[in-house]
């Protein structure tokens, strides 16, 4: 729920707007709060404005450090859409914890948002809310180097064709080929510098599981090296088969040679 309002000066004018606060990003200083963000509250009702609230306003509430030690919030600009605003956001290098708040947005197109500056131990993480509103119109993300170890729920993401999300701590293959088998638009992905990159055949079972997939990892997938893989597994596969019914045909003839 969104209480309050803090004045700002809007990105695209040097006129001050109004923004609501999210409570959830926000705890006592020094403290956390029950969604384990550190930061300030305030503490009374008067340290609230009570302007009233814009309408299709978004905030985003990060952390920042304090120039005199321990950690205050940091709002960041107004990105309520506008006619003849920009579809792209590029919010890099900031002190985001969560990207939460969007749900204006259904026109965006573009968001970076990597190189979040997080506490130690900490991860971006999206909004469940904030990714359904994107679903339609999001086409490039840029998550780099957050400490992201999932990126599964990225699956709603249904018009999504660039992905970059390098330099994070993705792990698994299996979850990236369940995310793959979903984005079926997505023609680049850039995951360089994660754990998963240095799984036996990592490259390749990609490859095999997105027909859409153009460039990963800054090279390109040629025709030839897909249809090699291809075939590659279809001959392992027909293997597998001729093998499992072989020993099921031997497993037959010795139950009647039993009898």
């Not at 700002?8 to 606060?21: M, Q, V």
């Not at 029950?34 to 509250?41: I, L, P, W």
């Not at 026109?107 to 130690?120: A, D, M, W």
Request: net charge positive; aromatic share 6%; hydrophobic share 35%.
């Amino acid at each position: 729920m969104l209480y309050g309002l803090i004045p700002l000066t809007d990105i695209h004018s040097d006129s001050a707007s109004w923004i609501p606060i999210n409570p959830r990003l926000l705890c006592h200083r020094g403290g956390r709060s029950a969604h384990g963000h550190r930061g300030a509250r305030f503490r009374r009702p008067s340290d609230i404005s009570r302007e009233p609230r814009p309408t299709r306003s978004v905030c985003l509430v990060a952390q920042q450090p304090h120039q005199e030690g321990g950690w205050h919030p940091r709002y960041l600009p107004n990105l309520s859409y506008r006619p003849g605003a920009s579809h792209e956001r590029y919010l890099g290098g900031n002190y985001i914890a969560v990207i939460e708040g969007l749900e204006g947005l259904e026109g965006l197109r573009e968001l970076h948002v990597e190189s979040q500056r997080l506490p130690l131990g900490e991860k971006l993480v999206f909004d469940p809310r904030t990714l359904h509103s994107l679903a339609k119109s999001l086409s490039i993300l840029n998550i780099s180097n957050n400490n992201i170890d999932d990126i599964r729920d990225l699956e709603i993401l249904e018009n999504l064709n660039q992905l970059i999300a390098a330099d994070n701590q993705l792990l698994h293959v299996k979850d990236l080929e369940f995310l793959l088998n979903k984005l079926m638009k997505l023609w680049k992905m850039d995951l360089n510098r994660n754990p998963v990159c240095l799984k036996p055949k990592y490259r390749d079972r990609l490859i095999l599981v997105s027909k859409s997939l153009e460039f990963l990892d800054g090279k390109e997938i040629k025709n030839m090296e897909r249809q090699f893989l291809m075939n590659w597994k279809a001959s392992k596969d027909a293997k597998k088969t001729s093998k499992k019914k072989n020993s099921k045909n031997e497993d037959t003839h010795n139950s009647c040679n039993s009898k």
